[in-house]
């Protein structure tokens, strides 16, 4: 999926480069960026955890790295994030949904959220992720209809059903 879209303009109606983003599928050569983007969003949560390792963070992405189920996101053109769902259980697993902290804040997680509820809705699939406990991501996913399915010490587990046809 290749989508192209803005998260707003700038007063005259002609578009900010820096706000223009879109979605590309993700290519063997992303993991080494986006192992590098994942332990910059996880440190402060993993650091606050006792959890960060250096290592330990990239290499658990590269492990698990898959460009078939991986979408990276550009805004203006550089890598700006990525966004991995995978189908699990009869339903889709959204994992390794990570934004630069330049980029947070101005609604281009929801904006991408958004479209990945869509893909399900539509499927009528359920979506499901987990969370770190902590993490100022929890309330995104909570605005958007994700409920805590279970917790440890570590990791918040959410769901999402899939949206009623027809709303």
């Not at 223009?20 to 992303?30: C, H």
């Not at 650091?47 to 805004?75: A, C, K, M, N, W």
Request: aromatic share 6%.
């Amino acid at each position: 999926m290749i989508r192209s879209m803005s998260s707003g303009d700038s007063g005259d109606g002609a578009q900010r480069p820096e706000e223009q983003w879109a979605l590309r599928p993700a290519a063997a050569a992303d993991v080494e960026p986006i192992a590098d983007l994942r332990a910059v969003v996880m440190r402060p949560d993993l650091e606050r955890l006792g959890r960060y390792d250096e290592h330990r963070v990239r290499q658990r992405f590269r492990d698990s790295f898959d460009p078939r189920h991986t979408t990276v996101i550009t805004v203006g053109g550089e890598l700006a994030g990525s966004v991995t769902v995978r189908p699990a259980d009869a339903r889709l697993w959204l994992e390794h949904f990570y934004l630069a902290p330049h980029v947070q804040g101005r609604g281009l997680g929801s904006a991408v959220l958004r479209s990945v509820l869509d893909r399900a809705d539509a499927e009528g699939t359920a979506v499901g992720l987990n969370v770190l406990q902590g993490s100022p991501a929890r309330r995104l996913y909570e605005r958007h209809g994700f409920v805590v399915d279970a917790q440890d010490p570590v990791d918040v587990f959410m769901t999402r059903p899939p949206a009623a046809a027809g709303r």
